[in-house]
């Protein structure tokens, strides 16, 4: 395939309540919707780098910038190109997953469109619903965490992931936990604590949590590896993996017994297969982290998420759970699942009167 024309649309969508971490809170998701012309259709798929960097090195306009200055200008070079060597041509540009996922993506959903075949299909997808957990932020008293989880609960999600943070931890996990002891449980601190928190984070053990999401620094696996060690909770890895490469590593230095696969943050769809692959083989649960992404990226990873590896509910919630109104058709969440899309491509349809009515800004490059 060759890309003709690509458009950047710049748009904010509100978060229907504030989403706290240990690094930042957001009102808004800010969305780069990147819409590839292609000789062979139209692909779609969003960028799902935050607007800072913040959870990882990338960040929104950055990702526009070197998906324009370089890696464009490297796929015109290699003219006609095959999706799978994607990431082979980009390969010289180190570093930007989020940056080379967006491109990829669109340019998949452009290839599966023409071909007729659905992202689960081209996957290897083995089921047709999906498991939903909810990730669930800090919040500023433990009363009003406990009514946003029984929300959630009531709602139906199967996993609650409560974040933490230091100061935020032991005595709300402890009481969500006390309020629904047979709910699957887990948490993520996006890298708040640090090797000298080893101790005290394994007061976490008494409360049976399916996983310790990323408590440490991303380069320190070793500490994961020190604290893992220790610990009856898994240690899962979410900020640490940027690679299939990355994933076998902290694996064999036993980092890490679980991984959270967002697409993004490994380089794309492809790679997130691969380390699914490898994670089966060898017996390592994996499950489908998520961004906020709205319905184009909430579509590619549900579909993901359907690959028969992906053992524990992932962070694939309802539409509703982010948005009043999302730039496609909703994911509706149904017996505590959603519906894997069965169209075309990323399978869902982009509403773009909408989308275009919430646009800041635009930007295009023809190739
Ligand atoms: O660490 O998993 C994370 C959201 C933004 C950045 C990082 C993370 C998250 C989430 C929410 O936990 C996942 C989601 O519901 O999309
Ligand atoms: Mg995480």
Redesign the pocket.
């Known amino acids: 395939m060759k890309i003709e024309k690509i458009e950047f649309i710049f748009a904010d969508l509100p978060l229907v309540r504030p989403?706290q971490?240990s690094f930042s809170t957001?009102t808004v998701r800010h969305l780069v919707v990147v819409k590839a012309h292609t000789n062979i259709g139209i692909g779609w798929s969003e960028c799902v780098a935050?607007a800072e960097p913040l959870?990882s090195s990338e960040y929104l306009a950055g990702c526009v910038d070197v998906i324009k200055t370089f890696f464009l200008p490297a796929l015109k070079q290699a003219g006609d190109f095959q999706v799978s060597e994607i990431s082979k041509i980009l390969g010289p540009f180190l570093g930007h997953p989020m940056a080379k996922a967006a491109l990829e993506t669109a340019c998949l959903d452009a290839q599966l469109k023409s071909e007729k075949r659905s992202f689960a299909e081209f996957f290897g997808a083995t089921r047709t619903k999906v498991d939903c957990g909810?990730?669930v932020g800090i919040s500023s008293s433990i009363e009003k965490l406990e009514e946003e989880v029984a929300g959630y609960i009531a709602e139906g999600y199967q996993r609650i992931?409560l974040?933490i943070q230091p100061g935020w931890d032991i005595k709300p996990v402890g009481r969500i936990r006390e309020l629904y002891p047979n709910t699957l449980m887990q948490v993520?601190a996006?890298q708040a604590y640090t090797r000298a928190d080893i101790g005290h984070l394994l007061q976490l053990d008494q409360f049976d949590l399916l996983l310790n999401?990323?408590p440490l620094h991303e380069h320190d696996i070793v500490g994961h590896a020190k604290l893992a060690a220790k610990s009856k909770t898994p240690v899962c890895l979410?900020?640490s993996i940027i690679s299939l490469q990355t994933a076998q590593d902290a694996i064999e230095l036993k980092a890490t017994s679980v991984i959270?696969i967002?697409p993004g943050r490994v380089g794309g769809y492809l790679e997130s297969r691969a380390i699914h692959d490898f994670c089966k083989e060898i017996g390592i649960p994996v499950w489908c982290?998520?961004?906020?992404?709205s319905g184009i990226g909430r579509a590619a990873n549900v579909a993901l998420a359907a690959l028969d590896g992906f053992k524990l509910p992932g962070?694939t919630?309802a539409s509703n759970?982010?948005y009043k109104r999302d730039i496609t058709e909703p994911f509706v969440m149904k017996n505590g699942q959603l519906d894997v899309p069965k169209k075309p491509g990323i399978g869902v349809d982009i509403d773009e009167d909408f989308l275009n009515s919430i646009a800041q800004k635009r930007d295009e490059v023809k190739l």
């Open positions: 989403f971490t957001q935050m959870y909810v990730s992931k974040k993520d996006n999401e990323q979410d900020e959270n967002k982290g998520g961004m906020l992404e962070d919630s759970r982010y």
